[in-house]
Nanobody, 127 residues
Framework: QVQLVESGGASVQAGGSLRLSCAVS????????MGWFRQAPGKEREGVAA????????RYEDSVKGRFTISRDNAKNTPDLQMNNLKPEDTAMYYC????????????????????WGRGTQVTVSS
């Protein structure tokens, strides 16, 4: 079983930055992709960024391109999400997710394509 625990969420002003981390424990050796999703109140959960566990390739949701960067922490084998120039519309609960075997190309980006989920970390951006 794989356990994911997110951290790094906070309240910031627009234009600020945050770095989210995802601690992975359990049987993580066979994971192929990891991703970050977010869900705002009243909205569906959406993909934000995804990365192969090898470190590349990556994929981003259009609204975060150029502002967010997903990377693999080689020491901890976990995906970090660096978020710069945050906007009020980025306000949401952010979730880390992982998938085992994935036969498609880069990258799984829909919630049902992921097998394992964390409980989320709240990001609030005020104007």
């Amino acid at each position: 079983q794989v356990q994911l625990v997110e951290s790094g969420g906070a309240s910031v002003q627009a234009g600020g930055s945050l770095r989210l981390s995802c601690a992975v424990s359990g049987s993580s050796v066979n994971l192929s992709y990891m991703g970050w999703f977010r869900q705002a109140p009243g909205k569906e959960r959406e993909g934000v960024a995804a990365i192969a566990t090898s470190g590349s390739p990556t994929r981003y949701e259009d609204s975060v391109k150029g502002r967010f960067t997903i990377s693999r922490d080689n020491a901890k084998n976990t995906p970090d999400l660096q978020m710069n120039n945050l906007k009020p519309e980025d306000t949401a609960m952010y979730y880390c997710a992982a998938v085992g075997y994935w036969r498609g190309g880069c990258c799984p980006f829909r919630p049902h394509e992921y097998d394992h989920w964390g409980r989320g970390t709240q990001v609030t951006v005020s104007s």
